[in-house]
Each structure stands twice: as structure tokens, then as C-alpha cells.
């Protein structure tokens, strides 16, 4: 049996994992496969790291272009991420007629419709199992195990370093600052964590669920995008005292005005199984009109755990390569004359439940005038809490939790409450959504 022979862009923690993954279990992934898949040429800006991790077998480069053009490659894996070089190479892999396995989401959310369109041009496959969470599959799940439903909606915990800070503030009442510390001496965290603090990290993946759930096109240019580096250690409290959890989710939904895509701090029921994800593990929950409710969970990042998804698409690949294009599963789930044009909601359009803390004086009449402003908008409350004040203190606090609401009629309602006399500072607003 001829083997496929893989070129590895990229031998860091991923592209170790993928190596020794492949090696160890050569003998199942064969009998899988249906033929061998080696690694016959890596490129790595570090030689003498690849010679390390490969053990001397396998060759190696510094010039991943090389790569890209060598005949002997079929498939291309790019594990160096970013939208720079990894760009050029990946377009210049499938210029090449070459098979592509990719980790990197930032590449595929960002430009990912130009991406998919060459390759459906070249008849090769882009495969990205390990774009999305790691070693659950997810897109896999998605794309095929699910395809009988209409999707409604996704809802995921896909950082994990978002989700390790979270726990950790939770557990031990500890700020945001000291926890991301902690999460960058346990390597959790980027040496610059921002895109994975201020949710962009979690957004390039919504970004790619969101366009194969509802057969759109990568609109991550439209998400509306949060992080948790403002988060208060008061709002995980009060959100506790009321029977919530508050988590980093990517949520994306299809409503009759358009789809949803949103990363943002989220109250969740602590009754949900997915509210009790902790740590840097990932978890998504999907909802589909037949299947109804299902939960993926598992390591969102790691070497073997992010490996095991590259190398399912190493598999597929390796299956699927000698059938006729027509008759792959199509990279976005949905043949691609069939995209939808549904449009990404604004934010301010968006419809779902509010946690509203809000510092006023504790006179008669603050609340009656606070209440009058929110039935004013239309708002209904369903709980609400009052922080009993120390005795020389003269204001408190309130907490709110309304029913669902389109979010714009919120806006307004805080920007009257804050204009009143017996309101100090901001409102900090978060948003809650049931799951149900
Ligand atoms: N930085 C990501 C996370 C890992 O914290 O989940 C890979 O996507």
C-alpha cells in the first residue's frame, strides 16, 4: 500500500503532538486509513528542534515553501498560525494541488471564504477539525453527525484559558489580574493572552461553527465581541447568590431577522451541565430541531489532544482523496451553491436575558423610580437582589435580572437610570441566556 506522504509546517506543541501521535499509533491509524500516513518532510524555523522531535528520520527544512512545492507531498499541514506567512502557504499548498489540514482559526474565521473558494476551484480539501476546540469533534459532529437537523443555535465554552481564569475567580474568590498570572505560570495562557481575554480567540471559533451550522459564510468581521479582563469578582458573586454561573461564551444563533454571533461574559444556569465545565476544559452545546439538545465536551488545546483532531483529518483525507470532489462532504457543511445570505444581527438587535448591578442611594422611591424606567422600555423583571448597606453607609447596591428583552431597549433604559440623581457611575450590564 502506497503511503500518503504529509509535509508538516510547524513542529511546535501541536505539530510534536501530531508526530508522536501518528508514530505511536501508526499501526490502528493504517488499519483506519487504509494506508499509511507519514510525515516525510517537516519545516520548522528551529532545524534543530525538528531533527529533535523527529528523531533524525524525517527530513527537515527552514524554508516552508519548500514544502508546499515539493511533488512528493500530498497532503499540506499548517500548524504555525497567524494570517502572515501561514496565508501564502496554505493558498500556495492548494495552488499546488495539495490536500490541506489546518489548526489555525484566526486564518480560516478571517479568510477563510477566499480560502474555501480556491480549494473548491483546485478540487482539494481543506480540513480544520483542530481549529475549533481542540480534540472534541466538533466540526465533525456539525458537519455530518448532525446534518439531518436545522441547527437553532450553539453556545460553547471554546477558550480555555478564559474558562481556567473564570473558575478560579469563582473557586477562590480571587481577582481577574492575580488569576491570569497564575494561568500564564501554568502555561494556560499566551505570553500575550489578549486575544484570549478579550474573546477574540473565541470568536475566530464561533465565527467557523456559526458558518457551517447555518450554511453561511465566515462573518467574523461582524461578531460582536466581549472579553472577561473588566470582569468583577462582585459580579461572580452576586450571579452565585442567584443561581448562576457566569462563562465565556460564543453563542450563535438563527432567528427569524438573522443570525447571532456573540462572544461575551454569560450568567448560565449553575443547573446546566455545561455551567459546570471548569478549568481550561471546553464544552459546546448545539441545538437541533430533531436531536434536540447536545453537549461535546473535552480538551480544547494541548499537543495530543489538538494532535488526535489533526490527524481525523488526516484520515478523511486520506480516504476521501480518490473520490470525486462532488462527492466530499463540502468544507462549509452545505453544498457551496446553497449558502445562505442571512444577515449577522447588530447587537443592539440581539434578544436575550440581563444581569444589571447598579450603586444607588438607599433612600424611599430609588427603586419605584428605577422600576418606572425599566416597565417604561417594556422590561420585566424576574429577580432581583439588594445588598443590605453597612450601617454608616447611605448607598447599596442593586441587582436585576430580566426577562428576555431586544437588547437596544436595555441601552436605553440604562442610559435614563444612570442620568438619575440617586444613581452613582456606571451600570455594569452582563447577559444571561437559560440554554433551554
Ligand atoms: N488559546 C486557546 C485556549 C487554545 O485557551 O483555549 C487553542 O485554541
Not at 480544547?300 to 470525486?324: F, H, K, N, W
Not at 468544507?331 to 451553491?337: C, G, N, W
Amino acid at each position: 500500500m502506497k503511503p500518503i506522504n504529509v509535509g508538516l509546517l510547524g513542529i511546535g506543541t501541536v505539530g510534536g503532538g501530531t508526530f508522536t501521535v501518528l508514530s505511536r499509533n501508526e499501526a490502528e491509524i493504517t488499519r483506519r486509513a487504509g494506508r499509511p500516513i507519514r510525515v516525510t518532510q517537516v519545516a520548522d524555523k528551529n532545524l534543530e528542534l525538528a531533527r529533535q522531535v523527529t528523531g533524525g528520520k524525517v527530513a527537515v527544512t527552514d524554508d516552508a515553501f519548500a514544502v508546499v512545492s515539493n511533488p512528493e507531498i500530498d497532503i499540506v499541514v499548517e500548524l504555525i498560525g497567524g494570517c502572515g506567512i501561514a496565508k501564502e502557504l496554505v493558498l500556495k499548498a492548494i495552488e499546488n494541488g495539495k490536500h490541506v489540514v489546518t489548526a489555525n482559526k484566526a486564518l480560516l474565521a478571517m479568510h477563510g471564504n477566499e480560502i474555501f473558494a480556491a480549494a473548491q476551484k483546485k478540487g482539494v480539501m481543506v480540513a480544520f477539525e483542530a481549529a475549533v476546540a481542540g480534540g472534541i469533534p466538533i466540526i465533525k459532529a456539525l458537519r455530518e453527525g448532525l446534518t439531518a437537523n436545522r441547527i437553532q443555535w450553539i453556545a460553547g465554552i471554546i477558550n480555555g484559558t478564559t474558562n481556567f481564569i473564570l473558575s478560579e475567580m469563582r473557586d477562590k474568590g480571587l481577582t481577574f489580574d492575580v488569576v491570569l498570572k497564575e494561568a500564564q505560570r501554568l502555561g494556560y495562557a499566551e505570553a500575550d493572552p489578549t486575544f484570549d481575554v478579550e474573546g477574540v480567540d473565541a470568536a475566530h471559533k464561533l465565527a467557523i461553527m456559526s458558518a457551517i451550522a447555518f450554511g453561511i459564510p465566515m462573518q467574523f468581521d461582524k461578531a460582536h465581541i466581549e472579553g472577561i479582563s473588566k470582569l468583577e469578582a462582585a459580579d461572580i458573586k452576586y450571579a452565585e447568590q442567584l443561581g448562576y454561573r457566569i462563562k465565556l461564551l460564543g453563542i450563535t444563533r438563527r432567528t427569524p431577522d438573522g443570525v447571532e454571533l456573540r462572544v461575551h461574559p454569560t450568567l448560565i444556569p449553575a443547573r446546566r451541565l455545561i455551567a459546570n465545565v471548569e478549568g481550561a476544559m471546553n464544552a459546546v452545546l448545539v441545538q437541533g430541531d430533531a436531536v434536540g439538545a447536545t453537549l461535546y465536551y473535552g480538551k480544547g488545546a494541548g499537543a495530543e489532544p489538538t494532535a488526535s483532531a489533526v490527524i481525523a483529518d488526516l484520515v478523511d483525507v486520506t480516504r476521501m482523496q480518490t473520490a470525486d470532489p462532488e462527492h466530499r462532504v463540502p468544507h462549509l457543511a452545505f453544498q457551496p451553491d446553497q449558502m445562505d445570505d442571512l444577515k449577522v444581527l447588530p447587537i443592539g438587535e440581539v434578544r436575550t436575558g440581563y444581569y444589571l448591578r447598579m450603586r444607588v442611594e438607599d433612600k424611599p422611591g430609588v427603586l419605584a423610580d428605577i422600576t418606572r424606567i425599566l416597565a417604561d422600555q417594556q422590561i420585566s423583571i424576574d429577580a432581583m437582589i439588594q445588598r443590605e448597606p453597612a450601617e454608616d453607609e447611605t448607598q447599596t447596591e442593586i441587582i436585576m435580572l430580566t426577562h428576555i428583552v431586544r437588547e437596544k431597549q436595555v441601552d436605553a433604559a440604562m442610559r435614563l437610570i444612570e442620568a438619575l440623581p440617586v444613581v452613582t457611575g456606571k451600570i455594569v450590564r452582563l447577559r444571561l441566556e437559560e440554554l433551554s
